[in-house]
């Protein structure tokens, strides 16, 4: 109950963009104080520490309130899919398009002292889940969501080296 203009309650915002799937963590998150305010239901700054690893359900913008419903509630991996990690090389993917949600193709490609086949390559659908940064060598790892049946090729070819990602589309697929 507001007692008077200057009653200030302490809420969560974000202090950086936050994109979906990623999990939050103590960086992401400050304190902002404002006018209590019954039609608002930002989260409680002493709820901080609870949430940090809750992943983001959407994308969460720097400088917006955080709220509940903006929190993943269930598993980013829908049913009979595996979550698979591509070392994907330097120019081997769109990395600055690529977010998650993104619907994508990973395609083989042949070894780097290999001939390329005449047959076109072999490929599995995927869904982006996360994309991590470049490394020292521009390699990127991006985390993507595929069917059960198809994971564990997926993670062979991955060891490899030997996968190039295509964009098929943007967003939730």
């Known amino acids: 109950m507001l007692r008077s203009a200057g009653d200030r309650v302490e809420v ?35 709820d901080k520490k609870s949430l940090i690893g809750r992943r983001a359900g959407t994308d969460l913008k720097q400088g917006s309130l955080l709220t509940s419903s903006q ?3 269930s598993s980013l991996l829908r049913k009979d899919e595996n979550l698979v990690a591509l ?23 042949p070894g780097a002292d290999g001939e390329e086949s005449k047959a076109p390559p072999a490929e599995i659908e995927a869904r982006v889940v996360k994309v991590g940064r ?11 969501a595929v069917p059960g049946d198809d994971s564990s090729l ?20």
């Open 154 to 173: 997926l993670a062979a070819r991955s060891a490899t080296g030997r996968v190039a990602v295509v964009l098929i589309s943007k967003g939730r697929s």
């Open 87 to 109: 070392a994907v090389e330097r120019g081997h993917a769109p990395i600055e398009a690529l977010a998650p949600g993104d619907a994508v193709k990973v395609v083989s490609t």
């Open 12 to 46: 969560l915002a974000l202090s950086r963009d936050v994109p979906v799937g990623q999990e939050l963590t103590a960086e992401d998150l400050t304190v902002a104080a404002l006018p209590a305010d019954p039609a608002l239901n930002p989260i409680p700054a002493g």
């Open 134 to 144: 470049a490394n020292a060598s521009g390699a990127v790892v991006v985390q993507v």
């Open 71 to 73: 929190l993943a509630t």
